[in-house]
C-alpha cells in the first residue's frame, strides 16, 4: 500500500521507521523556534507534512512516543489522534505536558508515531434486542482485577 506525503515547508521530516521492525512511523515537529510546552499545558504541534492513503478503508493513527511518556511525561492530549483516509490537512499533534517542569519541542524532534490501521464500514441498525451474553450489561470492572 502506499500513503503520499505531501511537505507543507521544506524542513518538514517524512515519516520514517525507526527500526525495520517498529510498527509506527515516526513523526516529527517542525517550527521557526522551540516551542515550551509548561507543566500542565497543551500545545498544538505543527508537523509541516499531509497525507493522502490511496485505499480509502485504511486510517492513519497517531499514538504518543512511549520515551517521551516515561521519560518526560509528555504524550497526546487526544490519546490517540485519527486522521481519516480523506482527510488532506496538515497533521497536527496536540502534545500536553504531565511532568513538573517545562518541556522543549524543537524543530526536528520525533514527537509522536503514525501507524496504519484498518477501518470497517458498518450498517447500523436499531433494534429493541441486542440477544444475551454471559456479561451482560456488567460494565467499567465487572470482570475483577486480575
Same mark, same amino acid.
Given at each position: 500500500? *502506499?500513503?503520499?506525503?505531501?511537505?507543507?515547508?521544506?524542513?518538514?521530516?517524512?515519516?520514517?521507521?525507526?527500526?525495520?521492525?517498529?510498527?509506527?512511523?515516526?513523526?516529527?515537529?517542525?517550527?521557526?523556534?522551540?516551542?515550551?510546552?509548561?507543566? /500542565?499545558?497543551?500545545?498544538?504541534?505543527?508537523?509541516?507534512?499531509?497525507?493522502?492513503?490511496?485505499? *480509502?478503508?485504511?486510517?492513519?493513527?497517531?499514538?504518543?512516543?512511549?520515551?517521551? /511518556?516515561? *521519560?518526560?511525561?509528555?504524550?497526546?492530549?487526544?490519546?490517540?489522534?485519527?486522521?481519516?483516509?480523506?482527510?488532506?490537512?496538515?497533521?497536527?499533534?496536540?502534545?500536553?505536558?504531565?511532568?513538573?517542569?517545562?518541556?522543549?519541542?524543537?524543530? /526536528?524532534?520525533?514527537?509522536?508515531?503514525?501507524?496504519?490501521?484498518?477501518?470497517?464500514?458498518?450498517?447500523?441498525?436499531?433494534?429493541?434486542?441486542?440477544?444475551?451474553?454471559?456479561?451482560?450489561?456488567?460494565?467499567?470492572?465487572?470482570?475483577?482485577?486480575?
Amino acid at each position: 500500500m *502506499k500513503i503520499l506525503f505531501k511537505k507543507l515547508r521544506e524542513d518538514a521530516v517524512i515519516p520514517i521507521k525507526a527500526t525495520a521492525y517498529s510498527a509506527g512511523y515516526d513523526i516529527c515537529s517542525v517550527s521557526d523556534e522551540d516551542i515550551i510546552i509548561p507543566s /500542565g499545558e497543551i500545545r498544538m504541534i505543527h508537523t509541516g507534512i499531509s497525507a493522502a492513503p490511496e485505499r *480509502k478503508d485504511i486510517a492513519l493513527f497517531v499514538f504518543p512516543r512511549s520515551g517521551l /511518556g516515561s *521519560k518526560h511525561g509528555i504524550t497526546l492530549a487526544n490519546s490517540v489522534g485519527v486522521i481519516d483516509s480523506d482527510y488532506r490537512g496538515e497533521i497536527m499533534v496536540p502534545l500536553i505536558n504531565h511532568s513538573k517542569e517545562n518541556f522543549i519541542v524543537s524543530s /526536528g524532534m520525533r514527537i509522536a508515531q503514525l501507524i496504519v490501521m484498518p477501518v470497517l464500514s458498518q450498517e447500523w441498525i436499531e433494534s429493541e434486542d441486542l440477544g444475551e451474553t454471559e456479561r451482560g450489561e456488567n460494565g467499567f470492572g465487572s470482570s475483577g482485577l486480575n
